[in-house]
Protein backbone atom coordinates (compact mmCIF):
# COMPACT_ATOMS: atom_id res chain seq x y z
CA UNK A 1 0.00 0.00 0.00
CA UNK A 2 2.92 2.50 0.58
CA UNK A 3 4.30 1.72 -2.61
CA UNK A 4 4.68 4.51 -5.44
CA UNK A 5 4.39 1.63 -8.27
CA UNK A 6 3.43 -1.50 -8.08
CA UNK A 7 4.48 -3.27 -11.80
CA UNK A 8 2.19 -6.04 -12.85
CA UNK A 9 3.14 -9.36 -14.86
CA UNK A 10 -0.57 -9.50 -16.51
CA UNK A 11 -3.17 -8.14 -16.47
CA UNK A 12 -5.02 -11.05 -14.65
CA UNK A 13 -2.62 -10.40 -11.74
CA UNK A 14 -3.54 -6.51 -11.85
CA UNK A 15 -6.87 -6.97 -11.54
CA UNK A 16 -6.34 -9.90 -8.56
CA UNK A 17 -4.94 -7.44 -6.69
CA UNK A 18 -7.47 -5.00 -7.50
CA UNK A 19 -10.33 -7.46 -6.19
CA UNK A 20 -7.37 -7.50 -3.06
CA UNK A 21 -8.29 -3.58 -2.31
CA UNK A 22 -5.07 -2.93 -3.43
CA UNK A 23 -4.79 0.43 -4.36
CA UNK A 24 -1.77 1.68 -5.81
CA UNK A 25 -0.46 2.89 -9.34
CA UNK A 26 -0.36 -0.02 -11.62
CA UNK A 27 2.07 -0.51 -14.31
CA UNK A 28 2.00 -3.82 -16.75
CA UNK A 29 5.59 -4.98 -17.45
CA UNK A 30 6.12 -8.45 -19.38
CA UNK A 31 9.23 -9.90 -19.32
CA UNK A 32 11.32 -9.44 -22.22
CA UNK A 33 12.92 -12.46 -23.66
CA UNK A 34 15.86 -13.27 -26.14
CA UNK A 35 15.43 -14.96 -29.43
CA UNK A 36 17.28 -18.14 -29.49
CA UNK A 37 18.32 -19.96 -32.70
CA UNK A 38 16.08 -22.69 -34.12
CA UNK A 39 17.40 -26.22 -33.94
CA UNK A 40 17.63 -29.07 -35.85
CA UNK A 41 14.59 -31.25 -34.47
CA UNK A 42 16.20 -34.75 -35.66
CA UNK A 43 19.26 -33.83 -34.14
CA UNK A 44 18.02 -32.92 -30.97
CA UNK A 45 15.68 -36.15 -30.85
CA UNK A 46 18.51 -38.06 -31.26
CA UNK A 47 20.84 -36.22 -28.91
CA UNK A 48 17.76 -36.81 -25.92
CA UNK A 49 17.83 -40.98 -27.42
CA UNK A 50 14.68 -40.50 -29.43
CA UNK A 51 14.13 -41.99 -32.80
CA UNK A 52 13.45 -38.90 -35.52
CA UNK A 53 9.90 -40.20 -35.82
CA UNK A 54 9.08 -40.14 -32.26
CA UNK A 55 6.26 -37.87 -30.92
CA UNK A 56 7.73 -35.79 -28.28
CA UNK A 57 5.54 -33.82 -26.04
CA UNK A 58 7.12 -32.03 -23.28
CA UNK A 59 6.46 -29.94 -19.94
CA UNK A 60 8.45 -27.29 -18.39
CA UNK A 61 7.76 -26.33 -14.70
CA UNK A 62 8.40 -26.84 -10.95
CA UNK A 63 6.17 -29.80 -9.92
CA UNK A 64 3.33 -28.53 -8.33
CA UNK A 65 -0.66 -28.90 -8.40
CA UNK A 66 -1.18 -26.21 -10.34
CA UNK A 67 1.04 -26.47 -13.08
CA UNK A 68 -0.77 -30.28 -14.30
CA UNK A 69 1.97 -32.47 -15.01
CA UNK A 70 0.23 -34.84 -13.05
CA UNK A 71 -3.13 -34.32 -15.60
CA UNK A 72 -1.18 -34.77 -19.07
CA UNK A 73 0.53 -38.32 -17.31
CA UNK A 74 -2.80 -39.49 -16.82
CA UNK A 75 -3.61 -39.62 -20.32
CA UNK A 76 -0.27 -41.29 -21.56
CA UNK A 77 -1.88 -44.52 -21.26
CA UNK A 78 -4.76 -43.93 -23.42
CA UNK A 79 -2.96 -41.87 -26.28
CA UNK A 80 -0.54 -44.79 -26.80
CA UNK A 81 -3.34 -46.50 -28.81
CA UNK A 82 -3.14 -43.65 -31.34
CA UNK A 83 0.18 -42.38 -30.96
CA UNK A 84 1.89 -45.70 -30.50
CA UNK A 85 5.36 -43.34 -30.62
CA UNK A 86 4.53 -40.55 -28.28
CA UNK A 87 6.90 -39.94 -25.11
CA UNK A 88 6.64 -36.76 -22.45
CA UNK A 89 9.40 -35.67 -21.08
CA UNK A 90 9.33 -33.48 -17.74
CA UNK A 91 11.16 -30.88 -17.15
CA UNK A 92 10.97 -29.63 -13.60
CA UNK A 93 11.33 -30.18 -9.73
CA UNK A 94 9.14 -30.11 -6.94
CA UNK A 95 7.32 -31.59 -4.18
CA UNK A 96 5.24 -33.53 -6.91
CA UNK A 97 7.95 -35.25 -8.05
CA UNK A 98 7.90 -38.31 -5.80
CA UNK A 99 4.13 -38.98 -6.44
CA UNK A 100 4.79 -38.62 -10.50
CA UNK A 101 7.81 -41.03 -10.06
CA UNK A 102 5.53 -43.20 -8.71
CA UNK A 103 2.56 -43.07 -10.79
CA UNK A 104 4.99 -43.64 -14.13
CA UNK A 105 5.78 -46.79 -12.52
CA UNK A 106 2.44 -47.82 -11.42
CA UNK A 107 1.68 -47.66 -15.19
CA UNK A 108 4.60 -49.07 -16.98
CA UNK A 109 5.70 -45.81 -18.53
CA UNK A 110 8.95 -45.95 -17.77
CA UNK A 111 9.71 -46.12 -21.21
CA UNK A 112 7.33 -43.04 -22.20
CA UNK A 113 7.82 -40.62 -19.60
CA UNK A 114 10.97 -38.89 -18.66
CA UNK A 115 11.90 -36.58 -15.62
CA UNK A 116 14.67 -34.30 -15.58
CA UNK A 117 15.03 -32.45 -12.75
CA UNK A 118 17.97 -30.58 -13.37
CA UNK A 119 19.00 -29.25 -16.67
CA UNK A 120 21.31 -26.58 -17.91
CA UNK A 121 20.40 -23.74 -20.50
CA UNK A 122 21.95 -25.51 -23.46
CA UNK A 123 20.50 -28.94 -22.40
CA UNK A 124 16.80 -27.51 -21.93
CA UNK A 125 17.42 -25.62 -25.58
CA UNK A 126 17.65 -29.05 -27.03
CA UNK A 127 14.49 -30.12 -25.14
CA UNK A 128 12.51 -27.44 -26.69
CA UNK A 129 14.08 -28.32 -30.49
CA UNK A 130 12.99 -32.13 -29.45
CA UNK A 131 9.77 -31.37 -28.54
CA UNK A 132 6.62 -31.31 -31.21
CA UNK A 133 4.13 -30.18 -28.34
CA UNK A 134 4.46 -28.03 -25.50
CA UNK A 135 1.80 -29.04 -22.48
CA UNK A 136 0.94 -27.61 -19.06
CA UNK A 137 -2.24 -27.60 -17.87
CA UNK A 138 -1.98 -24.50 -15.62
CA UNK A 139 -5.27 -24.40 -13.16
CA UNK A 140 -5.86 -21.71 -10.73
CA UNK A 141 -6.13 -23.08 -7.08
CA UNK A 142 -8.16 -20.90 -4.73
CA UNK A 143 -7.94 -18.33 -3.21
CA UNK A 144 -4.62 -17.19 -5.13
CA UNK A 145 -2.19 -19.90 -6.24
CA UNK A 146 -2.78 -19.14 -10.02
CA UNK A 147 -0.03 -18.34 -13.12
CA UNK A 148 0.47 -14.98 -13.31
CA UNK A 149 1.09 -14.75 -16.59
CA UNK A 150 3.25 -17.62 -18.51
CA UNK A 151 5.92 -17.02 -19.76
CA UNK A 152 7.14 -20.63 -20.44
CA UNK A 153 4.47 -20.34 -23.46
CA UNK A 154 6.09 -17.91 -25.10
CA UNK A 155 9.74 -19.52 -24.34
CA UNK A 156 8.22 -22.62 -26.08
CA UNK A 157 6.91 -20.62 -28.22
CA UNK A 158 9.86 -18.94 -29.67
CA UNK A 159 11.31 -22.53 -30.57
CA UNK A 160 8.37 -22.74 -32.47
CA UNK A 161 6.42 -25.25 -30.59
CA UNK A 162 3.12 -24.97 -30.59
CA UNK A 163 1.08 -24.81 -27.44
CA UNK A 164 -1.28 -26.24 -24.95
CA UNK A 165 -2.19 -25.01 -21.82
CA UNK A 166 -4.72 -24.64 -19.33
CA UNK A 167 -7.35 -21.62 -19.87
CA UNK A 168 -6.69 -19.94 -16.03
CA UNK A 169 -4.94 -16.99 -14.80
CA UNK A 170 -2.74 -15.08 -16.77
CA UNK A 171 -2.34 -17.94 -19.31
CA UNK A 172 -5.10 -16.62 -22.17
CA UNK A 173 -2.49 -13.58 -21.97
CA UNK A 174 0.54 -15.69 -22.96
CA UNK A 175 -1.16 -17.90 -25.64
CA UNK A 176 -3.91 -16.92 -28.93
CA UNK A 177 -6.15 -19.49 -28.81
CA UNK A 178 -5.70 -21.36 -31.71
CA UNK A 179 -3.50 -19.13 -33.04
CA UNK A 180 -0.16 -19.82 -31.13
CA UNK A 181 -1.36 -22.88 -29.43
CA UNK A 182 -5.00 -24.17 -27.48
CA UNK A 183 -6.29 -22.95 -24.21
CA UNK A 184 -8.63 -25.60 -22.57
CA UNK A 185 -10.41 -26.41 -19.42
CA UNK A 186 -7.25 -27.79 -17.37
CA UNK A 187 -9.50 -30.80 -15.69
CA UNK A 188 -10.73 -32.53 -19.10
CA UNK A 189 -8.78 -35.33 -20.68
CA UNK A 190 -11.23 -35.08 -23.37
CA UNK A 191 -9.97 -31.44 -24.31
CA UNK A 192 -6.46 -32.55 -24.20
CA UNK A 193 -6.36 -35.81 -26.06
CA UNK A 194 -8.32 -33.83 -28.81
CA UNK A 195 -6.15 -31.20 -28.99
CA UNK A 196 -2.55 -33.55 -28.64
CA UNK A 197 -4.36 -35.92 -31.08
CA UNK A 198 -5.36 -33.05 -33.65
CA UNK A 199 -1.41 -31.81 -33.52
CA UNK A 200 0.13 -35.46 -34.21
CA UNK A 201 -2.00 -35.64 -37.30
CA UNK A 202 -1.38 -32.69 -38.86
CA UNK A 203 2.60 -31.50 -38.56
CA UNK A 204 0.76 -28.81 -41.27
CA UNK A 205 -1.14 -27.91 -38.40
CA UNK A 206 2.06 -28.09 -36.02
CA UNK A 207 4.11 -25.87 -38.39
CA UNK A 208 1.76 -23.30 -38.07
CA UNK A 209 0.72 -22.59 -34.91
CA UNK A 210 4.86 -23.27 -34.14
CA UNK A 211 5.52 -20.43 -36.50
CA UNK A 212 2.97 -17.79 -35.20
CA UNK A 213 3.82 -18.30 -31.78
CA UNK A 214 7.17 -17.72 -32.79
CA UNK A 215 6.51 -14.88 -34.18
CA UNK A 216 3.96 -13.19 -32.08
CA UNK A 217 6.63 -14.09 -29.46
CA UNK A 218 9.42 -12.24 -31.31
CA UNK A 219 7.10 -9.09 -32.04
CA UNK A 220 5.69 -9.01 -28.85
CA UNK A 221 8.39 -10.18 -25.85
CA UNK A 222 11.54 -9.45 -27.07
CA UNK A 223 14.41 -8.20 -25.24
CA UNK A 224 14.45 -4.54 -25.74
CA UNK A 225 14.21 -2.21 -22.65
CA UNK A 226 10.62 -0.77 -22.12
CA UNK A 227 10.08 2.02 -23.42
CA UNK A 228 7.43 2.44 -20.66
CA UNK A 229 9.32 1.70 -17.80
CA UNK A 230 12.56 3.55 -18.82
CA UNK A 231 10.06 6.95 -19.45
CA UNK A 232 9.32 5.94 -15.61
CA UNK A 233 12.35 5.73 -14.29
CA UNK A 234 13.37 8.40 -16.12
Same mark, same amino acid.
Given at each position: ?? /? #? ?5 ? &??? &?? +????? /? ?7 ? &? ?6 ? +?? #? ?11 ? @? ?10 ? @? ?22 ? #? ?10 ? &? ?27 ? =? ?14 ? =? ?51 ? +? ?8 ? +? ?12 ? #? ?11
Amino acid at each position: QD /S #DYVFCIS &QFT &QN +LLGRQ /SVHARFHLL &QPPLSTPT +LQ #DKTACKIALGYDP @DDFVTLSVGRLI @DRKGQHRVLEIIPRLQATIPNIHY #DIVGNGPNKTNI &QEAIVANNLEKRVRIYDRVDDMTLATHYG =AADVFVLLTEFIRPND =AEGFGIVFLEAGMHQIPVIGGNSGGVAEAIINGRTGYLINPKSRAALEAKIIA +LYNSSDLRTK +LGRQARMRAITQFN #DTPSTDLITLLS
